[in-house]
């Protein structure tokens, strides 16, 4: 509530209200010590209440569970993530000892993002003289039979690949700006096909 505050202005809200012992008059004296707006009568209400229970009008240390996120342990994210940036959230959650969330924590404060890269077809010289045949002798066949069109299933393309090939689903890098990586991929995998009605 009264977080905005300058340490100057508790200070005197302190003084002042001890001086004149009325919310209302140290916000009708404001004016003579700063250029700001007066604090609301809450505000100096809590202000002079934590200064009368503690001593000082700063937070105290809060009970409960301590962050497990020391700055060894922040450095210890980063340099791993920078070192290894394919490393998942689980494998690097897991590698460190703390929990998935913490990690995305962590993650979140060095402003690493997720990228994932995009594949390109590894061509070689001759698939363009290939891809400019295989045009050539359609174009040819269809003007041979029109009604040839009609006669082609067009599918969509699932690739099972039994070798180590990226999945780019399951492969993530971590960057904290924009990454753009190219994976070269093989087309004359073994394939199988499946037409359904």
Not at 1 to 30: G, N, P
Not at 94 to 113: C, D, E, L, N, P
Not at 132 to 160: H, M, R, T, V, Y
Request: net charge negative; proline share 4%; aromatic share 12%.
């Amino acid at each position: 509530m009264y977080a905005t505050r300058t340490t100057d202005e508790r200070v005197a809200i302190v003084r002042l209200f001890s001086k004149f012992e009325s919310a209302s008059k140290v916000q009708r004296q404001w004016s003579n010590h700063f250029d700001t707006t007066p604090p609301h009568l809450v505000t100096i209400s809590s202000i002079n209440r934590k200064f009368d229970e503690n001593g000082t009008f700063e937070d105290l240390p809060r009970s409960g569970r301590p962050t497990i996120l020391s700055e060894e342990k922040l450095d210890e994210i980063e340099e791993m993530v920078t070192s290894n940036p394919q490393l998942s959230i689980h494998q690097g959650a897991a590698r460190v000892g703390i929990s998935k969330t913490t990690y995305q924590v962590a993650m979140k404060q060095f402003h690493f993002k997720p990228y994932r890269p995009a594949l390109i077809v590894d061509l070689s010289e001759d698939d363009f003289d290939r891809g400019s045949e295989l045009c050539e002798s359609w174009i040819e066949k269809f003007e041979n039979d029109p009604d040839l069109i009609d006669c082609i299933f067009w599918s969509d393309e699932a690739k099972f690949n039994m070798n180590t090939t990226v999945n780019r689903h399951n492969c993530t890098y971590w960057a904290k700006k924009i990454h753009t990586k190219k994976l070269k991929y093989q087309i004359h995998n073994k394939e199988s096909w499946f037409g359904a009605d």
